[in-house]
């Protein structure tokens, strides 16, 4: 089975020790591409690298929800230029958290905005985060409409995803979905159109049954991606080739 982990953070110092391996890893076992997500300038330097190692390496640039408050002029500008660029390929994550409400609710909606419109300027999709606020988010992204992206690590309710997928945006499912009390999001799952779905791992974070609670790693998302296919009552193969069909739809070409 060749399979996709759409969105993790290999940037991260979780990886610092065993980084390369990891990587290899994951291709050697099926891999085909995985984006790395860089939520700051240091670790868009650090996934620009893996990018010209690996030719099956994407990365993105976004400021969370949670660093809104240190998204300046600074951070802006950078973002223009590697989307100018093209040295990304999407902006994120981005979007609204007022689960831990890090950075207060206004600053959270300002960043997202300004990054909203950077994605529309260069024609490049984006990775949306949210938790807590899928009524917020959904308006913002009404007001934004046209852009297309990703629901990263889906945990919203039906009606979220709903007006997600009347938005033309695909859903990413991760781990989540193997958890025991997950049941509603397996409900979603199977209901998710086909191509409309990928999957993700969100490592180091999340780690599916029956790794739960270690480090996870973007080999693991062949078990959600296992799981996904026993919901959908499909064959894991297949729903995996239609899932990596809808990553590259979405990306598109790597420009490393
Ligand atoms: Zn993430």
């Known amino acids: 089975m060749e399979f996709i982990d759409s969105h993790c953070h290999l940037a991260m110092d979780a990886f ?3 980084r390369h391996e990891v990587i290899e890893r994951f291709f050697k076992e099926g891999g085909i591409s995985l984006l790395s997500v860089s939520t700051n300038i240091d670790e868009f330097y650090l996934n620009k690298e893996l990018c010209e190692k690996y030719s099956g390496i994407y990365t993105s640039l976004g400021w969370h929800p949670h660093d809104a408050k240190v998204f ?7 973002l223009k230029e590697v989307a100018s660029k093209k040295l990304i390929n999407a902006v994120g994550e981005i979007g609204l958290d007022f689960y831990y409400d890090n950075s207060p609710r206004e600053e959270q909606i300002r960043a997202f905005e300004i990054q909203l419109r950077i994605a529309k300027k260069f024609n490049l999709p984006v990775i949306i985060h949210t938790r807590d606020a899928d009524g917020e988010t959904a308006s913002v992204l009404r007001k934004h409409r046209g852009i297309r992206g990703v629901i990263h690590c889906f945990t919203s309710g039906e ?3 709903d007006t997600a997928v009347k938005l033309d945006f695909y859903i990413s499912f991760s781990g989540i979905i193997t958890f025991p009390k997950a049941e509603d999001l397996r409900k979603l799952v199977k209901k998710a159109p086909i191509d409309r779905v990928f999957f993700e791992t969100d490592s180091p974070y999340l780690s599916p049954v029956p790794f739960r609670g270690k480090r996870n790693e973007p080999l693991r998302v062949k078990h959600t991606i296992e799981k996904a296919a026993e919901l959908k009552e499909m064959d894991a193969k297949t729903l995996s080739s239609i899932a990596n069909n809808n990553f590259y739809n979405l990306f598109g070409k790597n420009p490393f």
């Open 159 to 161: 009606d979220f995803f």
């Open 72 to 78: 300046g002029k600074k951070e802006e500008d950078f």
């Open 16 to 18: 610092s020790e065993d």
